[in-house]
T-cell receptor
Framework: DQQVKQNSPSLSVQEGRISILNCDYT??????FLWYKKYPAEGPTFLIS?????DKNEDGRFTVFLNKSAKHLSLHIVPSQPGDSAVYFC??????????FGGGTRLMVKP | DAGITQSPRHKVTETGTPVTLRCHQT?????MYWYRQDPGHGLRLIHY???????DKGEVSDGYSVSRSKTEDFLLTLESATSSQTSVYFC????????????FGPGTRLTVT
């Protein structure tokens, strides 16, 4: 039973437009949510996070939104750039600082 | 970048042989983790450590053991490798509960034939 799900395995957007990546979770005890970016043959890189007591966190072109009632979070990238093409994982923190990851969404930004 | 290295980076081994993967950090972080990444599953936690000699199981611990005799090193052992353990293995570190973020090493691609 997957506690964190990314229902879109891939997403394609045009350079300069907005990319929206979505993530759903089932465990209401998660207290922290994170997004990671992964290039091929590299380890995941931390991108942005949000505490469960907030509904928005922004860092440059990246904004994460949290809707606790819907158990849904999203990552917005504006404007999208070709270098943003990667696999994006959402993760949720539970007990003991353990992260549960979604299956990932491959983002392709076309020039 | 966080100072995390993994060795080896690539390994091919035969079914039934023992394999040990090493994770080394230079950040003096308390928490260390081993994950495996498989298509469609994201990253799944195998084992983690919350201090020297303190370890616990994760979601997919069967067939794996770990050891941490020094703060900087966390070893993952496959006692008798199976083809289902073919995967990419990532080590991660974290400073503590307040931090939230985990920082990942470059990964080890393991193929069990």
């Amino acid at each position: 039973d997957q506690q964190v799900k990314q229902n879109s395995p891939s997403l394609s957007v045009q350079e300069g437009r907005i990319s929206i990546l979505n993530c759903d979770y089932t465990n209401s005890m998660f207290d922290y949510f994170l997004w990671y970016k992964k290039y091929p043959a590299e380890g995941p890189t931390f991108l942005i996070s949000i505490s469960s007591i907030k509904d928005k966190n922004e860092d440059g072109r990246f904004t994460v939104f949290l809707n606790k009632s819907a158990k849904h979070l999203s990552l917005h990238i504006v404007p999208s750039q070709p270098g943003d093409s990667a696999v994006y994982f959402c993760a949720a923190r539970g007990a003991g600082n353990m992260l549960t990851f979604g299956g990932g969404t491959r983002l392709m930004v076309k020039p | 970048d966080a100072g995390i290295t993994q060795s080896p980076r690539h390994k091919v081994t035969e079914t039934g042989t023992p394999v040990t993967l090493r994770c080394h950090q230079t950040e003096n972080h308390r928490y260390m983790y081993w994950y495996r990444q498989d298509p469609g599953h994201g990253l799944r936690l195998i084992h983690y450590s919350y201090g020297v000699k303190d370890t616990d199981k994760g979601e997919v611990s069967d067939g794996y053991s770990v050891s941490r005799s020094k703060t900087e090193d966390f070893l993952l052992t496959l006692e008798s490798a199976t083809s289902s353990q073919t995967s990419v293995y990532f080590c991660a570190i974290s400073a503590g509960l307040a931090a939230g973020e985990q920082y990942f090493g470059p990964g080890t691609r393991l193929t069990v034939t």
